[in-house]
């Protein structure tokens, strides 16, 4: 009867549908993509239901693809595309995609850690909203400021590490949250020792390359992860002179500006506190640091860069009239409160108000030896100075050593540092509740 639909029609239908469309046809694309971040190069296999049009250029690749097995090989500005037609699907492949950094294994419980290329493309990390690097962006230089992506003035709130060959365990994304969310800490400074005259050179940079700088690079990929700011820190306490090992700080900072110049988190710190009295900003200090900033810039253009200052980062007011001719760079000052108290202050009130860009990378709230007479008071002094003043600063140190700078306890599994004060040192609390204050917790 004309109209009416048999159940063997039905049949006839299904099995032709089976054969014209393309099993669970949803414009739907699955791959799986191996990149070989040396060639700049990268292999998709794609296995999907839809089409297939490819357009290229410098920055971009856009593939709408078809048939069920397709291979699309693609280099910085060229994509080659083998593939058949009918109907579309569009995915796009910017060149930050297939840019891929090392992926870093955490450090095993001996402190060492490797370095390992992606095998895959990996999500990346849901970030709350208002996480400082998506919040705040590139930062910059501006008079005598940092500001942030916007023109507005910016403050970094961190702390740094010890020696990270010493306590490589604090290199933990897990306890970085905790200083992020917990604590209002923007930024971890990570402090690598070059050399140590004193006993533990074994553990330092130039003893132990691969392992100091796999440490550096599994801490950058945690802050990465967290939208944190990173200062990596050429920590040469000893020798005293930046100038000793020029080619090795110009091949160390080359290297993590070439992996990471395309990211606004990275500030690069190139010698902490130079020292010695022979050691002067303008016949060592100054040409040691244009040396590298020039190595640094050929690969970022426009990241914030510190300068340490003679007599252990306490001669800013030397660089006046004399400064770097680089326009995002500031001037390290570090003090330790008991210390260093007024006559140091006013030096920075002095120099920020000739429009010397100045950060605090280092400060304690004891004495200069580190394991001494903690002075509360003197360290609010600095506080109140360097928040009038908008200057960014980090606490001296994450770790658990016995003494008072520490901010936490004897014990204390750095790998994965609770939240709250039950940890914490008089030193600890002190700093936790400034860097919450500033934050807004």
């Not at 690749?61 to 291979?71: E, M, S």
């Not at 944190?228 to 000893?238: A, E, F, G, Q, R």
């Not at 690969?299 to 001719?325: E, F, L, M, R």
Request: hydrophobic share 30%; with cysteine; proline share 4%.
């Amino acid at each position: 009867m004309k109209g009416k639909i048999t159940a063997s029609s039905l049949l006839f239908i299904a099995i032709m549908m089976m054969f014209l469309m393309p099993v669970g046809f949803k414009n739907s694309i699955e791959k799986r993509a191996s990149i070989d971040s040396d060639s700049n190069q990268s292999t998709i296999n794609t296995t999907v239901t839809g089409t297939v049009k490819t357009t290229s250029n410098a920055n971009s690749t856009v593939t709408t693809t078809t048939t069920l097995n397709q291979t699309t090989t693609t280099t910085s500005n060229q994509t080659t595309t083998t593939t058949p037609t009918p109907t579309t699907v569009d995915t796009t492949t910017t060149k930050a995609q297939t840019d891929k950094k090392p992926v870093v294994n955490p450090p095993s419980p001996n402190g060492s850690a490797s370095v390992n290329k992606p095998t895959e493309n990996k999500p990346a990390e849901n970030k709350p909203a208002g996480t400082p690097v998506s919040a705040h962006g590139q930062l910059s230089v501006k008079g005598a400021d940092i500001v942030d992506q916007k023109g507005n003035k910016f403050q970094l709130l961190g702390m740094s590490t010890h020696g990270i060959g010493w306590f490589p365990d604090i290199i933990s994304k897990s306890s970085f949250k905790t200083l992020r969310d917990d604590w209002g800490c923007n930024a971890i400074r990570l402090a690598m020792y070059i050399e140590e005259i004193y006993g533990g050179s074994e553990s330092c940079y130039l003893a132990d390359k691969t392992r100091n700088k796999n440490l550096i690079i599994n801490g950058i990929e945690h802050c990465l992860e967290l939208d944190m700011y990173v200062i990596v820190d050429w920590h040469v306490l000893n020798p005293g002179n930046p100038t000793t090992h020029t080619a090795d700080a110009k091949a160390f900072f080359g290297e993590i500006a070439k992996n990471y110049g395309n990211k606004p988190n990275i500030i690069y710190e190139l010698c902490n506190e130079p020292n010695g009295n022979s050691v002067t900003w303008a016949n060592q200090i100054k040409p040691y640091c244009e040396e590298v900033i020039k190595e640094i810039r050929k690969y970022d253009p426009d990241a914030i860069i510190v300068c340490g200052t003679g007599t252990w980062s306490q001669d800013i007011d030397k660089v006046i009239g004399n400064t770097v001719s680089d326009k995002n760079t500031v001037y390290a000052l570090h003090f330790y409160a008991d210390t260093h108290r007024d006559d140091l202050r006013q030096r920075l009130q002095s120099c920020y108000n000739k429009g010397l860009p100045v950060l605090v990378t280092e400060f304690g709230t004891c004495d200069a030896s580190g394991n001494n007479k903690y002075n509360s008071s003197e360290t609010q002094k600095w506080f109140d100075l360097m928040d009038k003043l908008n200057v960014g600063y980090s606490n001296w140190s994450l770790s658990n050593k016995s003494e008072t700078a520490s901010v936490f306890t004897s014990g204390t599994k750095l790998s994965d540092i609770k939240a709250g004060t039950s940890q914490l040192t008089e030193s600890g609390k002190l700093i936790r509740a400034q860097l919450r204050k500033r934050a807004g917790l």
